[in-house]
């Protein structure tokens, strides 16, 4: 129905091959859009690199996104490489785990502020330098998670946190969409990835998912890439601002 052929996608947040963005890579490529995809650290890359070799993807670089250098050469590289972005993908987030596993009440100004910068900040940081290479429009997706709207046990911190993403987005979608570019938080339900697995009895929420999510089932990383995909495309032009959930139903139930 739709297809991405010749587009340029940046895609910040894929770690290993169970990564949502992981998932919203192999999407994109799949309806033949260019990658260029990051990895967080000479460690992660590792991991990193086979996958994007495996999507063929034309970039392949370093990003530590509070490294304001390494965020400068990306966009350079992009820049001199493809001389316009159309898809920016950020699925990064970070908590310390004391903040993570403590009270909200308790977390430290630092580490609140560590996470606010990691999780949230870096989107905007990304959406700045991407803007100037979409100069005829294109779109920019973070992912977020339902503990963004409500208290989920266990989620803690990074509620707060997402919440804020999700505000975030709404505005940077306001501001840019008179140029064309429209902005989106995906909101997958719970699923397992590195990330997830640092929440407390995370398993427990996965199995209240699936049983009582209207489909029965829980949401998959290619569910979440087919979404993207879509919203990345120009039948998608005019959708912005909103948070989509990708749950089976699951956010609907009280």
């Known amino acids: 129905m739709f297809d991405l052929t010749g587009h ?8 290993n091959d169970q990564s949502i963005a992981y998932g919203c890579a192999k999407a ?3 309806q033949g859009a260019d990658l260029a995809i990051t990895y967080a650290s000479e460690k992660a890359e590792a991991f990193v690199r086979p996958l994007a070799e495996e999507l063929e993807a034309e970039i ?6 509070r490294d304001e250098g390494e965020l400068d050469d990306l966009f350079s590289v992009i820049a001199e490489r493809w001389g316009r972005l159309d898809t920016l993908l950020h699925s990064v987030a970070f908590s310390n ?3 993570l596993h403590g009270r909200v009440v308790d977390c430290s100004a630092e580490g609140f502020a560590l996470a606010m910068d990691v999780s949230v900040h870096s989107f905007l940081r990304l959406i700045r330098r991407a803007e100037p290479l979409m100069p005829e429009g294109g779109t920019c997706m973070t992912v977020s998670f339902m503990g963004a709207q409500r208290v989920v046990d266990r989620y803690g911190l990074m509620g707060p946190v997402k919440a804020a993403l999700e505000s975030a987005t709404r505005y940077a979608a306001a501001e840019l969409g008179p140029k064309g570019i429209s902005v989106h938080a995906l909101s997958p339900g719970p699923l397992m990835t590195r990330a997830a697995s640092g ?15 209207p489909t029965h ?3 998959t990383i290619d569910d979440v890439g087919a979404y993207a995909a879509f919203l990345a495309s120009r039948e998608a032009f ?4 909103s ?7 699951y956010s609907i139930l009280g």
């Open 8 to 15: 340029k996608a940046l895609v910040v947040g894929v770690a």
């Open 28 to 30: 994109f490529r799949a």
């Open 60 to 65: 392949i670089a370093p990003l530590n996104v």
């Open 97 to 99: 785990k004391e903040d």
């Open 199 to 213: 929440i407390a009895e995370f398993d427990a929420l996965l199995n209240d998912a699936a049983e009582r999510a």
């Open 217 to 219: 089932q829980l949401a």
């Open 238 to 241: 005019n959708v912005t601002g």
């Open 243 to 249: 948070i989509h959930p990708i749950d089976g139903g």
